[in-house]
């Protein structure tokens, strides 16, 4: 069962626009949120993210939001840029009584046009 | 230069061969974790590592092994008993503690197993 969903395998978006990735979770134990960038045969980078007790994040072209009664998170990146175009992973953990141990989503393509 | 290092990229293996991948980090971090990821696929857990001497299964630990003998290396066995061996597996490594969960990856070793 997963705790973790990236219901989009995939997301297409013109160079200039805003990209809107989205993440839903079902365990409401989840307290931080992250999201990671993955280029093709590499390992992933962390980007951004987010602990419970705030509802936005924002650093640079990257916002993450956090709806935590609707147990969402999205990332906004804005404007959009062709060297953004990888997987973006979203990923959660339930820092108090756990070991640090992130649960990843599938994942979403971005691929951004110029 | 601190970071994550994963040796091989690629890695060739007959089937029936036990084989070693190798994570070295010089961050001084005291956690360290095996992924797989598989095509379409988030990043699944395999083992990981919060202190040295000790390390716990995570959610697809049959057929791999591992030993946590110094803080800077995590090397992880894939045997003969692992029944799909093929898969980039991706080490990471943490600071364990409330700041933040945020994990970081090496490159990654792409195992081919023929």
């Known amino acids: 069962d997963q705790q973790v969903k990236q219901n989009s395998p995939s997301l297409s978006v013109q160079e200039g626009r805003i990209s809107i990735l989205n993440c839903d979770y079902t365990?409401?134990?989840?307290?931080?949120f992250l999201w990671y960038k993955k280029y093709p045969a590499e390992g992933p980078t962390f980007l951004i993210s987010?602990?419970?007790?705030?509802d936005k994040n924002e650093d640079g072209r990257f916002t993450v939001f956090l709806n935590k009664s609707a147990k969402h998170l999205s990332l906004h990146i804005v404007p959009s840029q062709p060297g953004d175009s990888a997987v973006y992973f979203c990923?959660?953990?339930?820092?108090?009584?756990?070991?640090?141990?992130?649960?990843f989503g599938k994942g979403t393509k971005l691929s951004v046009k110029p | 230069d601190g970071g994550i290092t994963q040796s091989p990229k690629y890695l060739f293996r007959k089937e029936g061969q036990n084989v070693t991948l190798s994570c070295e980090q010089n961050?001084?971090?005291?956690?360290m974790y095996w992924y797989r990821q598989d095509p379409g696929q988030g990043l699944r857990l395999i083992y990981y590592?919060?202190?040295?001497?000790?390390?716990q299964k995570g959610d697809i630990a049959e057929g791999y092994s591992v030993s946590r003998e110094k803080k800077e290396s995590f090397p992880l066995t894939v045997t003969s008993a692992q029944k799909n061996p093929t898969a980039f597996y991706l080490c990471?490594?943490?600071?364990?503690?409330?700041?933040?969960?945020?994990?970081?990856f090496g490159p990654g070793t792409r195992l081919t197993v023929l």
């Open positions: 990471a490594s943490s600071i364990v503690g409330l700041a933040g969960w945020e994990q970081f």
């Open positions: 365990n409401s134990m989840f307290d931080y």
């Open positions: 987010i602990s419970s007790i705030k």
């Open positions: 990923a959660a953990s339930e820092r108090k009584g756990s070991q640090g141990n992130l649960i």
């Open positions: 961050l001084n971090h005291d956690a």
């Open positions: 590592s919060q202190i040295v001497n000790d390390f």
